[in-house]
């Protein structure tokens, strides 16, 4: 069993499209994750769910919107696609314990803005 | 400033040799510390936390100075499976925020 997963994979749109990215984690998380990673490879938070309440939003553009029905699901919904949003977006979960806090991540979605 | 940093390297090193890898956090109010590894085009994975004292796994030993803000991530005896990019990554007192490093690539050649 997957412990984070993402869907689609790959997605490849022209530019001015909207679409979605859904994530799920069956590790009973309370925190959820979105990351974008560009070209250089350098992982930047957008955005962190808590109990499905937003408590991270970096500078994001506001063409990005998460929305959290649960705490298992965060999804990502990106309005008028443009070429510089080509990234490996990554959703991860985590859960404070008493040894720690672990990330654990998605396979990651290869969004291509053509 | 970044609130982690990291030499990207590559390092390439011969199997076999020793090698380190070192990061700064910029807050000093960071409370956890770790070390994923990211092969190509997959996710990371944590490889190890470090704590305070210092810790080893392995072939791996991780050590936190927070005088310094400083971590650093040895490997013993490279394998070729070593391979890959190391993140570095802190966490704040407040939330659970991950900050990553921007990776530091390694390669281990036969």
């Known amino acids: 069993d997957t412990a984070v997963s993402q869907t689609p994979k790959y997605l490849v749109t022209q530019m001015g499209n909207d679409k979605s990215i859904k994530c799920e984690q069956n590790?009973?998380?309370?925190?959820m994750y979105w990351y974008k990673q560009d070209s250089k490879k350098f992982l930047k938070i957008m955005f962190s769910?808590?109990?499905?309440?937003?408590?991270i939003n970096e500078t994001v553009p506001n063409r990005f919107s998460p929305k959290s029905p649960d705490k298992a699901h965060l999804n990502l919904h990106i309005n008028s696609l443009e070429l510089g949003d080509s990234a490996v977006y990554f959703c991860a979960s985590s859960q404070v314990r008493g040894w720690g806090t672990e990330a654990f991540f998605g396979q990651g979605t290869r969004l291509t803005v053509v | 400033r970044k609130e982690v940093e990291q030499d990207p390297g590559p390092f390439n090193v011969p199997e076999g040799a020793t090698v380190a890898f070192n990061c700064t956090y910029s807050?000093?109010?960071?409370?956890?510390f770790f070390w994923y590894r990211q092969d190509c085009r997959k996710e990371p994975k944590l490889l190890m936390s470090v704590y305070s004292s210092g810790n080893e796994d392995g072939r791996f030993t991780a050590q936190l100075n927070r005088a310094s803000q400083y971590i650093s991530l040895l490997i013993r005896d490279s394998k070729l499976s070593d391979s890959a990019t190391y993140l570095c990554v802190v966490i704040r007192n407040t939330g659970n925020q991950f900050y990553f490093g921007t990776g530091t690539s390694l390669t281990v050649i036969p």
């Open positions: 769910y808590n109990n499905k309440e937003l408590i």
């Open positions: 590790l009973g998380h309370d925190t």
């Open positions: 807050n000093s109010a960071s409370q956890s």
